[in-house]
């Protein structure tokens, strides 16, 4: 699903970010990415969603070279890759159905099959009753359900989760894990960088940890293994 | 495009428009009040430009001919005179209307002056008023006069007055006006396209953060582009032709309002018909164009995330 060759990063400023990574997620796959701040996570999802382009390597997701995809293609692998913020990034000026419903309005989705669907994924994440409120007027926990429903609107093969439970309290995380565990039992490939030991610690997984641009430990069903 | 995506986009683009609403204010208003500032300079320079037309209309040639021509000549030189393509008109004032006109001229009070001339002892020659298409070749159809009057063996033109010197300062002048008013109009629709887009490009750099959220999800930019489009253009032509219409029934107003006032000035303001269609083409295509443009090229910047 996802795989790195070699990849190697540095951005403009001359930071290197990653220096040398070669990975392989299969399909299905559930991995926490774990490492200290600037240890190059970031950097890491962003390559697999195309933000960022690497400097030396390649990496294919879902079958794309994404390194060397023409801009007007870019759009199309999006779509293909849900994407998930710990500031959840939803368009102020829409409602939660809007929000959600844009993400397939953008690919020409029919209205009938949008409409469907749309209410469908929000009453997978909890919020249909919900649907006609603008995002401000929710709870962060909120929030990110809904920015989780947009991720896999879309029936995406893969979701990158950047802290999706960096701004949440312990309760609500665990209801967004609870989601995402059951969205990944679904069939969709999920990575996720976070900070959130217990979670790590309790909810085992693969955990892939990072520290100045390399994998230093990657282990089915690992621990957080950093002392917070 | 599927025609669905387009509906959509034209739904989006009023949504848009209504959620928006302080930062659509903000555009409808800039644009309202730079319109309103152009239409109202359009309707001046429009009228300073008629009026200073029907001054320069007002420029005559007065042919003066000797006392004692024969009037077999005198009706030949009227001949050729009038057939001078750029002549307009060609009025024949005998000696009897010259005295009588003049007597109008100097009024009740100096009617003494001209006490004891009668038609019998008549001192004024015939003349004649010729007027031309062109004003300012007034001058060009005076020396005309001349040389034809220079054909015959003695000439029976005593003198050609256009008034020189003052005719050359008149056009000067006008020319002058017309130039303010289109140098005025001109730098008004510059500032308007201005102001306008500038801040049409406020409202969408506070979006900039939704753009890039819009390309995370996979709408490519054409899809993120024209709700942008439709938005800039409804604001744009909705606003400048409600700005039109109503500088337009002001000026309706105004011309109403002081019909008879400003009568005393030989000058009326155009009608609102013949200003209509110039005022409303300049100030809706300018509208339309700049909501457009702005959100386009507003847009664009964003896009290369």
Do not use: C
Request: proline letters at 3%; a neutral charge; zero cysteines.
């Amino acid at each position: 699903m996802i795989e790195m060759h070699d990849i190697w990063k540095t951005y403009a400023d001359g930071t290197s970010a990653l220096n040398g990574v070669s990975v392989k997620i299969d399909r299905n796959e559930f991995v926490y990415l774990v490492g200290p701040s600037g240890a190059g996570k970031s950097t890491f999802m962003k390559l697999i969603y195309r933000e960022e382009i690497p400097t030396k390597g390649e990496i294919f997701v879902n079958g794309f070279n994404i390194g060397k995809l023409k801009q007007r293609k870019i759009p199309y692998v999006r779509r293909n890759i849900g994407v998930i913020f710990q500031d959840f990034r939803l368009l102020p000026k829409l409602t939660i159905y809007e929000n959600v419903a844009f993400a397939m309005e953008a690919i020409e989705a029919p209205r009938k099959v949008i409409k469907k669907r749309t209410m469908e994924v929000l009453e997978l994440v909890g919020l249909k009753h919900k649907h006609k409120s603008f995002p401000s007027q929710l709870s962060g926990g909120e929030q990110q359900r809904v920015s989780i429903a947009r991720a896999i609107v879309n029936n995406p093969a893969v979701i990158v989760a950047d802290e999706p439970t960096g701004n949440l309290d312990p309760d609500t995380s665990l209801d967004i894990m609870n989601l995402l565990e059951e969205i990944n039992f679904r069939g969709t490939t999920i990575v996720m960088a976070t900070h959130n030991k217990e979670i790590v610690n309790s909810m085992r997984k693969r955990v892939i940890a990072i520290e100045h641009g390399n994998i230093v430990r990657d282990e089915q069903r690992g621990e957080y293994g950093y002392e917070i | 495009m599927k025609f669905s995506t387009l509906t959509r986009h034209i739904r989006e683009g009023f949504k848009s428009i209504l959620r928006n609403g302080w930062m659509s204010f903000a555009s409808i208003t800039s644009i309202f009040i730079s319109l309103l500032i152009l239409g109202v300079f359009i309707l001046l320079a429009l009228n300073m430009n008629a009026m200073a037309s029907q001054i320069e209309s007002q420029v005559q040639i007065r042919v003066f001919l000797e006392t004692d021509v024969a009037e077999d000549v005198v009706a030949d030189l009227q001949k050729q005179v009038g057939n001078i393509p750029e002549v307009s008109k060609l009025i024949y004032v005998s000696k009897e209307e010259g005295l009588a006109q003049l007597r109008d001229r100097m009024g009740e009070d100096n009617s003494d002056w001209l006490e004891g001339y009668n038609n019998e002892n008549n001192p004024l020659p015939i003349t004649f008023t010729v007027e031309v298409f062109e004003p300012k070749l007034v001058k060009s159809v005076a020396d005309q006069i001349h040389s034809i009057a220079g054909t015959y063996e003695t000439s029976p033109v005593a003198d050609v007055k256009y008034g020189q010197g003052i005719v050359e300062t008149l056009f000067k002048v006008t020319d002058a006006i017309r130039n303010a008013g289109y140098i005025v109009v001109a730098a008004l629709s510059i500032t308007a396209v201005l102001l306008i887009s500038n801040t049409i490009r406020m409202t969408i750099v506070a979006r900039q953060r939704e753009i890039s959220i819009m390309k995370m999800v996979g709408a490519t930019n054409s899809f993120i582009r024209w709700p942008f489009f439709v938005e800039g253009a409804l604001i744009g032509v909705i606003t400048s032709v409600l700005t039109t219409a109503i500088v337009l029934i002001g000026y309706d107003q105004i011309i109403n309002a002081f019909q008879y006032e400003l009568s005393f000035l030989t000058m009326q303001l155009l009608p609102v018909k013949e200003v209509m269609a110039l005022t409303s083409l300049t100030m809706i295509i300018l509208g339309s164009f700049i909501g457009i443009w702005g959100s386009v090229m507003s847009v664009r910047k964003y896009l290369k995330v």
